[in-house]
């Protein structure tokens, strides 16, 4: 089955404590994003990748990394969260620059206390 | 900022009946595209436009690039059509979005 999978579901983490949200397509998709949604403001892009080893910052980068070794993998990295990062997460992939449309992941709902 | 503004952010419907949610935005656009959010949170990419209409199923969108308005028609709506719809844009490489509209079907 074609899909977008973001691990874990659910993080609840303290302040300061480096954590990875896992991203993985199985499409062979070249574009690949991460945004952050939040009550109000809605869906904001923080990184995306248009292929291996190339990445860019969103709207909203500041506190955030990302990779891209490998096609299917890209995924997002808080060194040293904080409690404004706590957000539902979600990544997309796409081909053809979003022609077809774009395909989400699950999200991922993290509370940093 | 807001690149994006969509209305009305909340509908009620009864089913049946036919909805419109509109999106205007302020950038230039390579593309708009209209997404669907399900309660549960999933997110399911429905169009991409550049110009004119596409229609799937029970849905249409169009969208005027002169005006920098699109618009998403559900017509014959149904409960199962609950849900947030979001409109989003791209300018340049970068993406922005709206804050959504929550359509309400009720039986």
């Known amino acids: 089955e074609a899909q977008v999978t973001q691990n874990p579901r659910y993080l609840i983490t303290v302040t300061g404590k480096k954590l990875t949200v896992t991203c993985s397509q199985n499409?062979?998709?070249?574009?690949m994003s991460w945004y952050r949604q939040d009550p109000g403001l809605g869906l904001r892009q923080i990184y995306y990748?248009?292929?291996?080893?190339?990445?860019d910052k969103g709207d909203v980068p500041e506190g955030y990394k990302v990779s891209r070794k490998e096609k299917r993998n890209f995924p997002l990295i808080l060194e040293s969260p904080s409690p404004n990062q706590t957000s539902l997460y979600f990544c997309a992939s796409s081909l053809n620059q979003g022609i077809h449309g774009y395909t989400f992941g699950s999200g991922t709902r993290l509370t940093v206390v | 900022k807001n690149e994006v503004e969509q209305s009305p952010q909340n509908l009620t419907a009864q089913e049946g009946e036919f909805i419109t949610i509109n999106c205007s935005y302020s950038v230039g656009i390579s593309a708009l595209h209209w997404l669907q959010q399900h309660p549960g949170g999933g997110i399911v990419s429905l169009f991409m436009?550049?110009?004119g209409k596409k229609k799937h199923g029970r849905l249409i969108a169009t969208i005027n690039i002169q005006e920098k308005h699109s618009s998403l028609h559900i017509t014959a709506s149904h409960p199962r059509d609950s849900a947030v719809y979001i409109c989003a844009v791209r300018s340049g490489k970068l993406f922005y979005f709206g804050t959504g509209s929550s359509l309400t079907v009720i039986p």
């Open positions: 499409m062979n998709h070249e574009y």
């Open positions: 436009l550049s110009s």
């Open positions: 990748s248009m292929n291996v080893e190339v990445t």
